[in-house]
């Protein structure tokens, strides 16, 4: 005859129980915050010959409308980086909804500024192409849009 398993004490499967829960509700939360957490209004960036801040107006962005994107880009001195050649591209995050891209024109010294439209409520991707001499840099960042 085979012996039986003894059953687990109540008192541990309770213990085991509220540590599964606790777990759950941890990982719930986690998800639920990441995507704001790391999709801000303003996101700052250093690249080899300068440093950028990155604004979209009346954020979060608003899905099938019109976005102003502005980039405030110094050199290493923090002079405004002037004549440089911007590009953004937005792609949805674990979609293929399709990819938008739009320039950016300095509308002052260092300050650039474009329209991008994203197509559907969620988090995006934007990756930003600078081009300054004969170098290319790309930024990325991500950010929220919604109806
Ligand atoms: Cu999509």
Redesign the pocket.
């Known amino acids: 005859m085979l012996p039986q398993n003894k059953p687990l004490a109540p008192r541990i499967k309770l213990a085991l129980a509220i540590i599964i829960l606790g777990m759950a509700i941890a990982f719930l939360l986690t998800w639920l915050f990441s995507g704001k957490e790391t999709a801000p209004q303003i996101t700052e960036h250093a690249f080899e010959s300068g440093n950028l801040i990155w604004s979209i107006e009346g954020y979060p962005a608003k899905a099938l409308h019109e976005n102003t994107f502005s980039l405030h880009v110094t050199n290493l001195n923090g002079a405004p980086f002037e004549g440089a050649d911007l590009a953004i591209k937005l792609d949805?995050l674990g979609?293929v909804?399709g990819d938008v891209e739009f320039q950016m024109t300095e509308a002052a010294p260092g300050k650039y500024t474009g329209e991008g439209i994203p197509?559907?409520p969620?988090m995006w991707k934007a990756t930003l192409t600078l081009e300054a001499g004969n170098q290319t840099y790309t930024l990325e960042r991500r950010l929220e849009a919604v109806h």
């Open positions: 949805m979609m909804c197509l559907m969620g």
